[in-house]
C-alpha cells in the first residue's frame, strides 16, 4: 500500500514523503522531497512562543491584579507575612534549575545520553526542590501569619498568583520526568533535540515569570 | 511506519535557515553567574540593614532595573532569543509589551496603594 503524505503548500513549495510498504522494510520508504515550512520557521518552536505569549497575558493580569489589591483590607500584609531570606533560596534554586535545563539540551544536541539524564532529572528534582519550599511557605504564611485565601486582598491575589505559578512548576517537573524517562527507554537523539529544546522553552519561561514575581510581590513591597 | 512516525521523521530532516548555533555550556555556565550575582545583590541589601536605610529611595528603581537584567539574560541565553530567528522575539515582545500596559496601567491607577 502506497502512503503519501503532503504538508505545507501557501506558494512554498509541497513537502512530500512516498511510503511503500506492506508492512516490510525497504520498500522504497525515502524522502523525495524536504524543505522548511512554509514561513521559513519551525512551526512547534512557534507553536511554544504562542503558548509564552499568551501565558505572559494571563501573568501579566494576576500580577496587575496583585498589584492593584494589595493595599486594600485589613490583615496581615507583605511586610508581615514575607520572609526574603527563605524566598531567596527558592528564587535561586528555580534559576539554577534553569542553568541545569540548557545544560541538559547542550547534552541532548551533542548525543550525550548519559548527561542528558542527569541534567534532566537534577532540572525536576530543583523543581521539585521549589514546589517543596512553595508548600512550606504556605503553610507558614497559614498557619504561623495568618494569611490566606479568603483573608483579606493580599492572601486572595498573592495565593492565586504564586499558585498558578506552582501549578506551572508542576506541568515542568512532570513534563521533565516524561523526558527523562523516555530517555531512558529510547533515548533522545540529537536529531531529536527539539523535543528538549521545547520542554526548556516552557522551563524558562516559568522561571523568568519567577524573576518578575520575586521582585514586584517580594522584593519592592517588602523594602519600602 | 505509521502517518504519526512519518511527521516525526520529517520534522527531524527539516532545515530551518534562520536559526543559528545556540551557545555551549561555557556560555550557560557564565550567564547562570551573573544571574546568581545579581539574585545575591537584590537578596544583600535585607542583610545590611544600614545600607538598605541609607540606599532606600534608590531601591525601587534598581530592584526592577537588576530583574530586567536577569529577565533579558534568561530569554536571550537561556531561551536562545538573541540566536533564533526575529520572529520569535516580535512574538514574545508583542504580549510582553501588551501584559507590560496592562500592569503598567494599573498601578498608575493605584500607585498610592502599592508605592
Known amino acids: 500500500m502506497a502512503q503519501a503524505i503532503v504538508h505545507g503548500g501557501g506558494g512554498h513549495g509541497e513537502l512530500t514523503r512516498q511510503h511503500g510498504g506492506d508492512g516490510g522494510e525497504g520498500h522504497g520508504d525515502e524522502l523525495e522531497h524536504a524543505h522548511p515550512t512554509s514561513t521559513g520557521l519551525n512551526s512547534v518552536k512557534m507553536l511554544m512562543w504562542t503558548f509564552i505569549g499568551s501565558e505572559c497575558m494571563l501573568f501579566g493580569s494576576l500580577i496587575a491584579t496583585y498589584v492593584a489589591d494589595v493595599g ?40 550525550n545520553q548519559r548527561q542528558l539524564r542527569i ?8 523543581g521539585l526542590v521549589f514546589l517543596g519550599g512553595q508548600y512550606f511557605e504556605f503553610t507558614t504564611f497559614k498557619v504561623e501569619k495568618g494569611a490566606w485565601l479568603d483573608t483579606n486582598f493580599f492572601g486572595s491575589t498573592f495565593f492565586t498568583l504564586t499558585g498558578f505559578h506552582g501549578a506551572h512548576v508542576t506541568v515542568g517537573a512532570i513534563w521533565l520526568l516524561s523526558l527523562w524517562l523516555y530517555s531512558l527507554r529510547k533515548g533522545i537523539p540529537a536529531s531529536k533535540s527539539l523535543f528538549v529544546e521545547v520542554a526548556g522553552l516552557y522551563w524558562h519561561f516559568v522561571d523568568i515569570v519567577w524573576i518578575v514575581i520575586f521582585t514586584v510581590v517580594y522584593l519592592i513591597p517588602t523594602s519600602r | 511506519m505509521t502517518s504519526h512516525e512519518l511527521d516525526n521523521a520529517l520534522l527531524e530532516e527539516q532545515h530551518f535557515p534562520h536559526e543559528h548555533t545556540h551557545p555551549g555550556a561555557r556560555t550557560y555556565i557564565e550567564i547562570a553567574a551573573v544571574l546568581a550575582v545579581i539574585t545575591i545583590v537584590e537578596v544583600g541589601i535585607f542583610y545590611l540593614p544600614d545600607l538598605h536605610e541609607a540606599f532606600r529611595p534608590f531601591l525601587l528603581p534598581a530592584f526592577l532595573i537588576l530583574s530586567s537584567i536577569k529577565f533579558v539574560l534568561v530569554v536571550g541565553f537561556y531561551m536562545h532569543l538573541k540566536f533564533d530567528d ?29 508605592f
Open chain 2, 86 to 114: 526575529p520572529f520569535f522575539l516580535r512574538l514574545f515582545g508583542f504580549a510582553l509589551v501588551i501584559a507590560m500596559t496592562v500592569v503598567t496601567a494599573l498601578i498608575a491607577l493605584f500607585h498610592g496603594l502599592y
Open chain 1, 72 to 111: 486594600f483590607g485589613k490583615g496581615p500584609g507583605p511586610k508581615q507575612v514575607f520572609e526574603i531570606p527563605y524566598t531567596s533560596v527558592s528564587a535561586f534554586v528555580l534559576l539554577i534549575s534553569s542553568l541545569t535545563m540548557v545544560l541538559a539540551l547542550a547534552a541532548c544536541q551533542q548525543g
Open chain 1, 119 to 126: 541534567w534532566l532529572v537534577a532540572t525536576a528534582a530543583l
